[in-house]
């Protein structure tokens, strides 16, 4: 086992749930995993796959990203996103909802490209296009009281393999793909102890999305520096901690998790 991953592995030790990661550095090859084998709960991070298979489906002529499709309140979802709490009945681009989904995890534009795509569509797209082990199981949306359920199950191996071709170009529309990931608003886990600055100058260049829900919190992202470039999934399941604070155990995890391995391959001495 190297220094890093015996670094990760212990950091991790504490944890109440489960804890995967799947960490490539782009520079040199080398790559550290921990259960990326295992299924866990997506949360909001498959929305990433996702915007990459409406891609391809308006590549194959069905959709353009200048439609619109009309809205109403009826279509609310509930959970994350802003569009929910604006005026209704309204029209919405397809562009415009996937920035939405990306940036703001936003439920509803989510929901309205997915219905369009349909989700044994979207899963078909995301096998012939992605690949293995990511898929979608339910439309986007949380409700207080309810029995959570994530809208998707994926292994940290098959997200870091998608961020890896992401980082390559090899998928439907990725520079575009990875332009709205950088405007990306949820800064709590991957950067969250780094030298990272959303505005202005920042040393470190992130392109992510994160996921969240009671006990499931997931990261994943393509990092840069001026020294190495590297594509670090983080995904976590059955924490005690069901609450949505900043000090949220999960979010603690996936941020200290992320800063070791920054500092060992893009800031700190390589190891």
Same mark, same amino acid.
């Given at each position: 086992?190297?220094?890093?991953?015996?670094?990760?592995?212990?950091?991790?030790?504490?944890?109440?749930?489960?804890?995967?990661?799947?960490?490539?550095?782009?520079?040199?090859?080398?790559?550290?995993?921990?259960?990326?084998?295992?299924?866990?709960?997506?949360?909001?991070?498959?929305?990433?796959?996702?915007?990459?298979?409406?891609?391809?489906?308006?590549?194959?002529?069905?959709?353009?990203?200048?439609?619109?499709?009309?809205?109403?309140?009826?279509?609310?979802?509930?959970?994350?996103?802003? +569009?929910?709490?604006?005026?209704? *009945?309204? $029209?919405?681009?397809?562009? =415009?909802? !996937?920035?939405?989904?990306?940036? %703001? @995890?936003?439920?509803?534009?989510?929901?309205?490209?997915?219905?369009?795509?349909?989700?044994?569509?979207?899963?078909?797209?995301?096998?012939?296009?992605?690949?293995?082990?990511?898929?979608?199981?339910?439309?986007?949306?949380?409700?207080?009281?309810?029995?959570?359920?994530?809208?998707?199950?994926?292994?940290?191996?098959?997200?870091?393999?998608?961020?890896?071709? +992401?980082?390559?170009?090899?998928? *439907?529309? $990725?520079?575009?793909?990875? =332009?709205? !990931?950088?405007?990306?608003?949820? %800064? @709590?886990?991957?950067?969250?102890?780094?030298?990272?600055?959303?505005?202005?100058?920042?040393?470190?260049?992130?392109?992510?999305?994160?996921?969240?829900?009671?006990?499931?919190?997931?990261?994943?992202?393509?990092?840069?520096?001026?020294?190495?470039?590297?594509?670090?999934?983080?995904?976590?399941?059955?924490?005690?901690?069901?609450?949505?604070?900043?000090?949220?155990?999960?979010?603690?995890?996936?941020?200290?998790?992320?800063?070791?391995?920054?500092? !060992?391959?893009?800031?700190?001495?390589?190891?």
């Amino acid at each position: 086992m190297t220094v890093l991953a015996t670094r990760l592995d212990a950091a991790v030790s504490g944890f109440a749930g489960r804890v995967g990661y799947a960490l490539t550095n782009l520079t040199t090859g080398e790559r550290v995993l921990a259960r990326a084998d295992d299924l866990f709960p997506t949360a909001s991070v498959v929305k990433l796959p996702i915007l990459t298979t409406f891609h391809a489906f308006v590549e194959a002529g069905e959709a353009s990203w200048e439609e619109t499709r009309e809205i109403t309140d009826a279509d609310i979802p509930g959970g994350s996103g802003i +569009l929910q709490h604006l005026s209704f *009945p309204r $029209a919405i681009s397809f562009r =415009d909802a !996937a920035w939405l989904m990306i940036c %703001h @995890s936003d439920n509803l534009a989510t929901n309205l490209l997915l219905k369009t795509m349909t989700i044994d569509g979207t899963n078909d797209l995301i096998r012939r296009v992605i690949g293995d082990n990511i898929r979608v199981d339910t439309y986007a949306g949380f409700q207080p009281d309810v029995p959570v359920q994530s809208m998707g199950q994926a292994t940290p191996r098959a997200l870091v393999r998608y961020l890896e071709d +992401l980082a390559a170009d090899r998928l *439907p529309g $990725a520079t575009h793909t990875l =332009d709205v !990931a950088r405007m990306q608003f949820s %800064h @709590s886990m991957i950067p969250r102890y780094l030298p990272f600055q959303a505005y202005g100058h920042s040393p470190v260049r992130l392109a992510n999305k994160t996921g969240a829900l009671p006990g499931i919190r997931a990261d994943i992202g393509l990092l840069a520096t001026r020294r190495a470039q590297a594509a670090m999934v983080f995904m976590t399941a059955e924490s005690t901690d069901t609450g949505f604070t900043f000090a949220n155990e999960g979010e603690e995890c996936i941020g200290t998790l992320a800063k070791i391995a920054y500092d !060992a391959w893009m800031d700190g001495d390589e190891q």
